[in-house]
T-cell receptor, first 112, second 114 residues
Framework: EDQVTQSPEALRLQEGESSSLNCSYT??????LFWYRQDPGKGPEFLFT???AGEEKEKERLKATLTKKESFLHITAPKPEDSATYLC?????????????FGTGTRLKVLA | NAGVTQTPKFQVLKTGQSMTLQCAQD?????MSWYRQDPGMGLRLIHY???????DQGEVPNGYNVSRSTTEDFPLRLLSAAPSQTSVYFC?????????????FGEGSWLTVV
C-alpha cells in the first residue's frame, strides 16, 4: 500500500538551530515528491518538487533532498518566520490515476 | 494573479442542510480537485476533475457531489450535511502535463456542521 510518513510530528528549535524534517514513503513507483508549507488558517503553499533520487533543491534557508525511500527538508539557521507546518506528498506512477498521498505534516516552531 | 479562489471562508450548517463550496482558478489548469483536512490525518481527496465535463471520485467521496462545466470552476456540493463533514476543505488545481504536476491550493473553507 502506498504510504507517506513524516517525522517528527512536532519540532521546537531555537533561532539559528539547524535541523531536518523527514518524509519516508512507500510507493510502487515515484512520479514526484512535493514539499509544502502551511501556515495556520491558510492553504498549503508549494515549496519544492523532486523527481529522482539524488536530486536537491534550495530556497533561502530550506533545502530538500531525495533518496529512493525518503526525503529530507533541511532548515539552516531558522528564523521565527519559518514556523509553520511542513507537508510532504508523493505522486505514485499508478497509471491513469490522479493520486497524491499526503503525510500528516511536521509542526515546526522556531523560538526567538 | 489570484490563483485558486475559494468561497466562503467560514460556514456553519445545521445537520441535513445542503450547501455549495465555490472554487475558481485563473491559471488555465486542466486538473482541479477537492481535499479535506482533519486533525491527525493527511489531506484526503474527495473528488477530482481532469477537464471540463469530466469528474471522478477520490478517497472519501460519500456525501459530496461535484460538476465541472467550465475549465475555471469546480464547485463542491454537500447534499445533506452531517457532523462528520465538519472539516477544512481545500480546492486545488494543476496542469495535466508539464508544470511538474505540482498542485496549487486555495486558502481553505472552514465548515462546521452542528
Amino acid at each position: 500500500e502506498d504510504q507517506v510518513t513524516q517525522s517528527p510530528e512536532a519540532l521546537r528549535l531555537q533561532e539559528g538551530e539547524s535541523s531536518s524534517l523527514n518524509c519516508s514513503y512507500t510507493v510502487s513507483g515515484l512520479r514526484g515528491l512535493f514539499w509544502y508549507r502551511q501556515d495556520p488558517g491558510k492553504g498549503p503553499e508549494f515549496l519544492f518538487t523532486l523527481y529522482s533520487a539524488g536530486e536537491e533543491k534550495e530556497k533561502e534557508r530550506l533545502k530538500a533532498t531525495l533518496t529512493k525511500k525518503e526525503s529530507f527538508l533541511h532548515i539552516t539557521a531558522p528564523k521565527p518566520e519559518d514556523s509553520a507546518t511542513y507537508l510532504c506528498a508523493v505522486r505514485p506512477t499508478t497509471s491513469g490515476t490522479y493520486k497524491y498521498i499526503f503525510g500528516t505534516g511536521t509542526r515546526l516552531k522556531v523560538l526567538a | 494573479n489570484a490563483g485558486v479562489t475559494q468561497t466562503p471562508k467560514f460556514q456553519v450548517l445545521k445537520t441535513g442542510q445542503s450547501m455549495t463550496l465555490q472554487c475558481a482558478q485563473d491559471m488555465n489548469h486542466e486538473y482541479m480537485s477537492w481535499y479535506r483536512q482533519d486533525p491527525g490525518m493527511g489531506l484526503r481527496l474527495i473528488h477530482y476533475s481532469v477537464g471540463a465535463g469530466i469528474t471522478d471520485q477520490g478517497e472519501v467521496p460519500n456525501g459530496y457531489n461535484v460538476s465541472r462545466s467550465t475549465t475555471e470552476d469546480f464547485p463542491l456540493r454537500l447534499l445533506s450535511a452531517a457532523p462528520s463533514q465538519t472539516s477544512v476543505y481545500f480546492c486545488a488545481s494543476s496542469y495535466r502535463q508539464g508544470g511538474g504536476n505540482t498542485i496549487y491550493f486555495g486558502e481553505g473553507s472552514w465548515l462546521t456542521v452542528v
